[in-house]
């Protein structure tokens, strides 16, 4: 490439990581990737509510799987601020709960963004129910949707999901249940949001 070309390109892409940089601040996420026992939010077979705090939205979603612990999985977040142009949360609820066991589809109602993970293990299927904590921001309505590549991409692997797309927010997931692998596979719905209020309003 032309070096005089390079120079007038290099500040520009230096603007634009800058943008991206308080979105997915490094120091974070290197927090995020810490392997050891301490990183998960929950002990194998047990019971889990974790919450974003409030203005995040979950971006991240880490889990590894242990077949002699009850085929479960131990699972960590990570969290980060919207957008200003999106405003505070105007509320937050839990939404119904998807059956161990089952396959399952679900987004957050009243065009809300998926903020946290409520789940509950179940012994005598060897796996959760999932709840998942929604914020609503004013009116905002969701548009070109998208779904994920399945997470794990084969079942009994880690799952290390990360949204690097700018003005995309998790809203979602649909899973399929292996009663042989007795694992789960998770593709997440995401989501932009417009920056004006609207009416529409999702089942």
Known sequence: MDLTVLW??????????????DWYPYQQYQQ????????????????????CPHGQVVVAVRSIFSKKEGSDRQ?????????QRLGEPTECWWEEINRAGMEWYQTCSNNGLVAGFQSRYFE??????WQFYCCRYSKRCPYSCWLTTEYPGHYGEEIDMISYNYDYYMRGATTTFSAVERDRQWKFIMCRMTDYNCEFANA
Not at 12 to 19: C, D, F, N, P
């Open 8 to 21: 007038v390109l290099l500040p520009l892409v230096t603007v634009a990581w800058g943008q991206y940089g």
């Open 32 to 51: 995020y990737q810490d392997y050891s026992d301490d990183g998960w939010v929950n002990l194998n077979r047990q019971g889990f509510s974790f919450q």
């Open 124 to 129: 005598s299927v060897l796996d959760r129910e």
């Open 75 to 83: 699972w960590n977040y990570a969290c980060m601020p919207t957008p």
